[in-house]
T-cell receptor, first 112, second 117 residues
């Protein structure tokens, strides 16, 4: 079955540490997205990418970085500059304009 | 700029009762609208979408939504609630035609539906 795989499901970060969240899709979708979800705030867009080797900042990009070296992969790095990283992170993808986004099952990041 | 407002962060209904979850949007171009459902510790699953065809849209699990341009609304309904409907529901709006593959979604803050016996 085609879908989006996020790993790990749970991740813990120490102070001053960078961590990378994985997102892989086998839907052959061009566009991919990263969202952050906090209780009561809905989903906020961190970064998105339309094609390989291209990505744009979303609404809350500070303290995060991404890469898009392959069509199927869009990893997110939470850097030490992100002072409040505890949240649920969701990856999504879609193929054409105004089609629905498909979501992975998320990664929950916590601070040790 | 587009935005979405979901009235009521928590809604509680009895099993078998009508479910009504409210969504109002603002958009400077004809909108594409979506409802998603999220179960605990999972991603979002698409319930239904409006893409300028019929104004009454039927989705999965017995849900439907009606697009009302005059009211800028896209409320989600289900005639009879089931215990398995307990989840968080998100309304989202996308920019219209011509904005490219990576047109962005703007989400509401979500409504948590509780279903009681």
């Amino acid at each position: 079955d085609g879908g989006i795989t996020q790993s790990p499901k749970y991740l813990f970060r120490k102070e001053g540490q960078n961590v990378t969240l994985s997102c892989e899709q086998n839907l052959n979708h061009d566009a991919m997205y990263w969202y952050r979800q906090d209780p009561g705030q809905g989903l906020r867009l961190i970064y998105y990418s339309q094609i390989v080797n291209d990505f744009q900042k979303g609404d809350i990009a500070e303290g995060y970085s991404v890469s898009r070296e392959k069509k199927e992969s869009f990893p997110l790095t939470v850097t030490s500059a992100q002072k409040n990283p505890t949240a649920f992170y969701l990856c999504a993808s879609k193929d054409r304009a105004n089609q629905p986004q498909h979501f992975g099952d998320g990664t929950r990041l916590s601070i040790l | 700029a587009q935005s979405v407002t979901q009235l009521g962060s928590h809604v509680s209904v009895s099993e078998g009762a009508l479910v009504l979850l409210r969504c109002n949007y603002s958009s400077s171009v004809p909108p594409y609208l979506f409802w998603y459902v999220q179960y605990p510790n999972q991603g979002l699953q698409l319930l239904l979408k409006y893409t300028s065809a019929a104004t009454l849209v039927k989705g999965i699990n017995g849900f439907e939504a009606e697009f009302k341009k005059s009211e800028t609304s896209f409320h989600l309904t289900k005639p009879s609630a089931h215990m398995s409907d307990a989840a968080e529901y998100f309304c989202a709006v996308s920019e219209g035609v011509g904005t490219g593959t990576a047109s962005k979604l703007t989400f509401g803050t979500g409504t948590r539906l509780q279903v009681t016996l």
